[in-house]
């Protein structure tokens, strides 16, 4: 149970770290962290270069994180596991039911 925890705070913090929300694809995941990497590279960073390298490591770190969780975790892939918001014409035919005609 203690690891469980553990575990979820360093997933809560590599989210902070990289601003992303509860939910993100491995794609979203990926560009986020190369937008938020190139601002930090040593190469392009206009701070002081250990902080910006201590900046880049801590992206990274975070990422190498959310990208191991996203890996290893289990989703549904029937029917029933989809998330609901995601088809746009679900979501308007739930409240508008017929209101707008046949979508």
């Known amino acids: 149970m203690i ?4 575990n979820r705070e360093k997933i809560d913090a590599a989210r902070e770290i990289l601003g992303i929300g509860d939910s993100i694809s491995i794609t979203g995941l ?3 962290f190369r937008q938020r990497s190139l601002l930090y590279h040593t190469d392009h960073c206009r701070e002081e270069p250990a902080e910006c390298r201590k900046k880049f490591n801590e ?5 190498l994180i959310l990208l191991a969780y996203c890996e290893t975790t289990s989703i549904s892939l029937t029917s029933g596991g989809e ?3 995601r088809d ?5 035919d739930r409240f508008y039911d ?3 005609g046949d979508l």
């Open 3 to 6: 690891r469980v925890k553990e």
């Open 30 to 32: 990926r560009r986020i």
């Open 59 to 63: 992206l990274r770190e975070a990422y």
């Open 83 to 85: 998330d609901e918001n």
């Open 88 to 92: 746009a014409y679900d979501h308007l």
């Open 98 to 100: 017929g209101w707008l």
